[in-house]
T-cell receptor
């Protein structure tokens, strides 16, 4: 079965609203990365966050290994935040293989 | 900063055709990857390479070949395109193993008629 699950699958916000994206994973996976995929397809790494909380501007990532989850919080959303947010985990410690979730498609409306 | 360049951006093929996708990076990264993304789904690893001339199979390697003749380039070959296949192929690189930050190219969109 799928080892990384993301929710919600899609989300529509009004500009200025906050968003909370979730990623749940199985115990056999390690580390955590969040990526942003632009509408035209390219991906940008947002966070490498194996545990704890990291913040970058309006984005905050929190990973709780014991609870097998990671979240991405977007505050004061902007239209340019629209796109797909993907989380990914290492299959095992030191592995070269990342297992990706199916993504959350975010649309921010004016 | 560096960049990953994928060519072509769009690739249209015929059923049964052998198709090659190319990827170049100037980060001087050791590890390169090819991922496939189907509509509405996450990325799945096809092949990766941890150094020049190295090849490692991912979960989705059947039906594909790869080549890493230089540190800076990694090519992927679809050995026999499947009719009505549509997917985006994404190339990535990292300093070493997958736990490090990955840098992605903008993708090659494949359509098979």
């Amino acid at each position: 079965g799928q080892q990384v699950q993301q929710s919600p699958a899609s989300l529509v916000l009004q500009e200025g609203e906050n968003a909370e994206l979730q990623c749940n994973f199985s115990t056999s996976l390690n580390s955590m990365q969040w990526f942003y995929q632009r509408p035209e397809g390219s991906l940008v790494s947002l966070f490498y966050n194996p545990s704890g909380t990291k913040q970058s501007g309006r984005l905050t990532s929190t990973t709780v290994i014991k609870e097998r989850r990671s979240s991405l919080h977007i505050s004061s959303s902007q239209i340019t935040d629209s796109g797909t947010y993907l989380c990914a985990m290492e299959r095992s410690s030191g592995s070269w293989q990342l297992i990706f979730g199916s993504g959350t498609q975010l649309t921010v409306m004016p | 900063g560096g960049i990953i360049t994928q060519t072509p951006k769009f690739l249209i093929g015929q059923e049964g055709q052998k198709l090659t996708l190319k990827c170049q990076q100037n980060f001087n990264h050791d590890t390169m990857y090819w991922y496939r993304q189907d509509s509405g789904k996450g990325l799945r690893l096809i092949y990766y390479s941890i150094t020049e001339n190295d090849l490692q199979k991912g979960d989705l390697s059947e039906g594909y070949d790869a080549s890493r003749e230089k540190k800076s380039s990694f090519s992927l070959t679809v050995t026999s395109a499947q009719k009505n296949e549509m997917a985006v192929f994404l190339c990535a690189s990292s300093i070493n193993r997958g736990g490090e930050t990955l840098y992605f190219g903008s993708g090659t969109r494949l359509t098979v008629l």
